[in-house]
């Protein structure tokens, strides 16, 4: 087993997801057949090959640090769940 | 002739022989759409009341004698993966139910600019993921040469609905395939372009370094058409690349004289679908018999691209889908103990099944400890999968092969079984990986009357060659003509 229902629990943590007990049971199932597949990529020796991120070469851009227009306010915040005075609202993360 | 028939390139010139309105259009559009979409399912909102404005926008300038471009008053799709101001934009997903942006994708904004007219958005699987439209939070669209099939995916509302005629074209996006298997499955035209062609910008991320917007049309003309409007640079995407657009109806020539195409072995493997290996090898020998130079290449490390791209993809992902977090936008659990807990009930409640398998598997390879195993791996053999590519095209001007190993499958088949769902793609993720442009094409069909597709692959920025092979194929065969029968 690559994967049981701890790993399962801890990745679900990091990933902030609740999970029911079907979902962990079947995930941990469904990730061992996954990763088991992946580990395919082991047939191939790689330690002199360079990753690729970008398929095309990628730059940085720059641009001048000047003032221009942005979203304004009232349509960013037209989709929160909750707004106020202007800010999102999010339960108290201070006490 | 049935108007709801026409490609754009034929109603383009109906408009400015003043023989038909797009008010006309789009009405005869939405009429066809109350009476099939009941069975296809194509789409997840109409927009009829901006539709009509369009139209009459259109016709209006048309009246006045005005120049204008080829999309003017054209109606079509869009998947729901792409950022439409105040229209509603969920990208499949019940986390995004109610999202109406507060801008255009880019591709959104150059469309409206060329005049077209916006019929409304259609389904695909949630955020992209998936092969069959099956994991779409909004229902299931189906094939319209078989109600029983899917209509593939990620992008099966825009090929359905082009493939039924409930739209004159549409785009897609294409990750792993997710334009290309579609139009394969539907018996329609779907580009993919070399990553940095189009613009990003406002296009719901799933994999950022894979993603690319692309058009899928009922011929290879209205794919150029498409093309010349969505492609070029754009400041806000600094992925997408500064060179010079060509004008792409310029690469649609009828010959194939004197053209090298290669045929990578390793695409026509044992156990293949016998109807598709049938009409993709009858396609390469017509292309031989018209005169280009037929030839096998390999590309030694396509077994490996699945495995790769999964790694890849579902990684990037757990990190762009970071976002949906019940703050900003979308969806927020009720009921919940503290931000931490707020967000986890959030993702759970808001998310599919599918979803959530790769967020857990992108955030597993991401992990400490497993991070160069998986993901630094993944990243080197990606980068053998396109010196593959590379070492190909010096030789060849561009690579024929079945879009998908078979047509399209049952409703329900692969659903329990995530890794058959994902071989699926394993023709159409090389592609993505090595970040080159592919097109599939309608080829032929099997006993049961579903539709296959042929696969031309160029090198990066070549658009213009596979777009040409594309072209001489359908210009001396008729299967991009066929339509199934739906009342």
Not at chain 2, 129 to 136: A, I, L
Not at chain 2, 247 to 254: E, V
Not at chain 2, 403 to 406: A, E, L, Q, V
């Given at each position: 087993m690559k994967i049981g229902v701890k790993d399962v629990e801890y990745v679900a943590r990091l990933a902030r997801l609740t999970l029911s007990d079907e979902e962990r049971d079947e995930f941990a199932v469904q990730l061992n057949d996954i990763l088991t597949y992946m580990d395919k990529l082991n047939e191939l020796d790689t330690k002199e090959v360079e990753p690729t991120s970008h398929a095309v070469p990628v730059k940085n851009v720059f641009r001048a640090d000047g003032v221009r227009e942005s979203l304004p306010r009232e349509p960013s915040l037209g989709n929160a769940p909750e707004a106020e005075k202007g800010f999102y609202k999010v339960p108290r993360i201070i006490e | 002739m049935e108007w709801t028939r026409l490609t754009a390139h034929e109603a383009h010139e109906k408009l400015m022989k003043k023989s038909l309105s797009s008010l006309e259009l789009t009405q005869s559009l939405y009429h066809w759409i109350k009476n099939v979409d009941s069975k296809v399912a194509a789409y997840l909102t109409l927009t009829e009341e901006e539709a009509y404005q369009q139209a009459q926008w259109a016709d209006e300038r048309i009246a006045k004698g005005e120049e204008v471009p080829e999309l003017t008053g054209i109606p079509l799709a869009l998947k729901d993966i792409l950022c439409t101001k105040s229209m509603r934009t969920t990208c499949g997903s019940k986390i995004l139910e109610y999202f109406r942006p507060p801008y255009d994708a880019t591709v959104v904004r150059r469309l409206r600019e060329s005049g077209a007219v916006f019929l409304g958005k259609v389904n695909m699987d949630e955020f992209a993921?998936?092969?069959?439209?099956?994991?779409?939070g909004f229902g299931i669209t189906r094939n319209p040469?078989?109600?029983?099939?899917i209509p593939g995916g990620s992008s099966g509302g825009s090929a359905a609905a082009v493939a039924a005629d409930e739209c004159i074209a549409s785009l897609g996006s294409d990750t792993g395939g997710s334009v290309r298997q579609p139009a394969a499955c539907c018996g329609v035209v779907g580009l993919k372009p070399t990553y940095g062609r189009v613009s990003r910008f406002g296009l719901v991320a799933f994999a950022s370094s894979l993603d690319q917007i692309g058009p899928i049309t009922k011929d290879v003309t209205d794919c150029a058409i498409l093309m010349n409007v969505i492609s070029g640079h754009d400041a806000n995407d600094s992925t997408s690349v500064d060179i010079e657009v060509p004008?792409?109806?310029?690469?649609?020539?009828?010959d194939v004289k004197g053209m090298k195409l290669g045929i990578p072995k390793e695409y026509f493997v044992e156990g293949m679908d016998r109807d598709v290996e049938r009409a993709v090898w009858e396609a390469i020998k017509l292309l031989e018999q018209w005169g280009a130079s037929i030839k096998e290449v390999s590309l030694p490390h396509t077994e490996y691209a699945v495995a790769t791209y999964y790694i890849i993809c579902t990684a990037e992902a757990s990190s762009n889908l970071?976002?949906?977090?019940?703050?900003?936008?979308g969806h927020r659990a009720r009921g919940y103990d503290g931000l931490i807990d707020m967000y986890a009930k959030t993702r759970a409640e808001g998310f599919g099944p599918e979803v959530k398998r790769r967020i857990m598997l992108g955030t597993y390879v991401l992990s400490a400890g497993y991070y160069d195993a998986y993901y630094r791996k993944a990243q080197q053999v990606r980068t053998l999968i396109k010196e593959d590519f590379d070492r190909a095209f010096e030789g060849y001007d561009a690579l024929l092969t079945p879009?998908?190993?078979?047509p399209a499958f049952v409703i329900g088949e692969k659903v329990k079984d995530p890794l058959q769902m994902y071989l699926s793609d394993i023709f159409t993720i090389p592609v993505n990986l090595a970040g080159i442009p592919g097109v599939s094409i309608p080829c032929g069909f099997n006993g049961g009357g579903l539709p296959i597709g042929l696969q031309i692959i160029g090198k990066h920025f070549d658009e213009e060659k596979i777009l040409r092979v594309a072209y001489t194929y359908e210009q001396r065969t008729d299967w991009h003509l066929k339509r199934p029968q739906l009342s």
């Open positions: - | 993921m998936g092969s069959s439209t099956e994991n779409s040469w078989d109600f029983n099939r004008d792409y109806k310029r690469a649609l020539i009828n970071a976002r949906y977090d019940g703050v900003k936008y879009t998908s190993p078979t």
